[in-house]
């Protein structure tokens, strides 16, 4: 089992039903290939957990490298997991730039799941995931 937690930013800010789209194609290629993950949008800037088999995962991410849809990818984590920490999604998103996060479906799921969490048992993926919705005052 891998993860890659990566950065990015969009070319230009993406309305929602563009994001959607995205969202919809990934969460049916990310179910076909057992990939978990979330994905984070605000303002044209992302946040990506990506977990599953390493061969697959790095596919993924290298066709993600390559979309002209972003540019400025910094990969924070690509290194070996015992369990996902997103297991429970094909693909969590949020995206904090349409809706108030009390109005985002599953956007309290996924501030439960890393704030309530034990500090000494914290995945890498999920102490990034909550140091970035703090960093925006999401949480």
Same mark, same amino acid.
């Given at each position: ?5 990566? *950065? ?10 563009? #994001?959607?789209? +995205? ?22 800037? !992302? ?21 002209? =849809? %972003? %540019?400025?990818? +910094?990969?924070? #984590? ?5 369990? =996902? /920490?997103?297991?429970?999604?094909? $693909? *969590? !998103? ?12 599953? !956007?309290?799921?996924? +501030? ?12 890498? /993926?999920?102490?990034?995931? =909550? ?5 925006? $005052?999401?949480?």
């Amino acid at each position: 089992m891998h993860h890659i937690v990566y *950065a990015s930013s969009s070319y230009k800010i993406l309305p929602t039903e563009e #994001l959607n789209g +995205i969202l919809e194609i990934a969460r049916r290629a990310n179910s076909a290939n057992k990939i978990t993950g979330m994905l984070l949008y605000k303002d044209g800037n !992302f946040l990506h957990v990506l977990e599953g088999e390493k061969s697959i995962i790095l596919s993924c991410y290298n066709q993600i490298f390559d979309d002209p =849809r %972003h %540019h400025g990818i +910094i990969t924070l #984590l690509n290194e070996p997991i015992t369990t =996902r /920490s997103f297991q429970d999604w094909s $693909m *969590a !998103f949020i995206s904090y730039d349409d809706l108030s996060k009390t109005e985002q479906t599953g !956007f309290s799921d996924v +501030i439960a799941l890393v704030n309530n969490v034990d500090d000494e048992t914290i995945s890498n /993926s999920q102490l990034i995931v =909550r140091s970035y919705l703090k960093g925006l $005052m999401m949480i």
